[in-house]
């Protein structure tokens, strides 16, 4: 009992084997986060993308979230993950419809130059992560070059057209992390 004679519950202290377990806080070893705004252009190719990723079955280990432009309130998902790959529309400088791939390592750089809103989120989000000490282990950007992202334009024809090969690597991804994921459950068997 505390000090106002009411029971409260312990918090189970947060370790790095409750990192991407099922059972606890519902989590998913593998998330793919697809983020953006599809009133903006090309920056909905991440929105369009989950739509097409939720319609197939990954297997329990796996959760596709439309994290749209909700920055912060991602943070649970993002911390209970072991691995995230995370599907975004950039500016690079590369041809519009060119996939970009960036690690974990590389996305502060990514990060800095912002294209629409909800990236100042997705900063934010993996900042409080890792500041909270929750960042997951292996992070992998899927961007889609874009060609434009004003306010109430449609998606580049380019920007289309790179679905399919995006939605291919993102799978490869998938069953990368996943077969990762069973090789790191069985050497600790």
Known sequence: ?????????????????????PVKGNAYPVLVLCVGNPLMGDDGVGVELAKRLQK????????????GTLGMTLLPLLEDADTVILVDAVKT????????????????RHFSRVISPH???????????????TLPRAITLVG??????????????????????????IENLIARAVEDCADRENSHA
């Open 144 to 169: 889609v070059e874009a060609a434009h992202t004003e306010f109430c334009q449609p998606m580049s024809a380019e920007v289309r057209a790179a679905m399919p090969q995006a939605l291919e690597l």
């Open 56 to 67: 197939r079955d990954y297997g329990p280990l796996v959760h596709v979230e439309e994290g």
């Open 119 to 133: 990236q100042i989120g997705m900063k934010e989000v993996l900042g409080a992560a890792q500041l909270c000490g």
């Open 1 to 21: 009992m505390n000090n106002t004679g009411s029971t409260f519950m312990e918090a189970e202290e947060y370790t790095e084997a409750l990192r991407g377990c």
């Open 93 to 108: 400088g590369a041809a519009p419809g060119t996939l970009v791939t960036r690690s974990k390592e590389e996305l502060p």
